[in-house]
């Protein structure tokens, strides 16, 4: 996925959708924070959705499982 930031330079979004019931989804918490924490000045940004609160943008985006990851 690709957004522009104020400036309009290009950033690519890593995204994770996840469910906060679901045991993948809680063990991989650690290890994206850890992705998020060292892409932090890069211009890719590291973000999650939570499937229960946003159903629309997991529609949008075809999530059939958890976690999914997309770029």
Known sequence: MLE??????????????????????????????????????????VGRVDCTRFTSLATEFSVSGFPTIML
């Open 4 to 45: 522009r930031d104020a400036e309009g330079s290009k950033k690519v979004l890593y995204s994770q959708f996840y469910a906060p019931w679901c045991g993948h989804c809680k063990r991989l918490e650690p290890v994206w924070a850890h992705v998020a924490q060292n892409l932090h000045n890069t211009n890719i940004r």
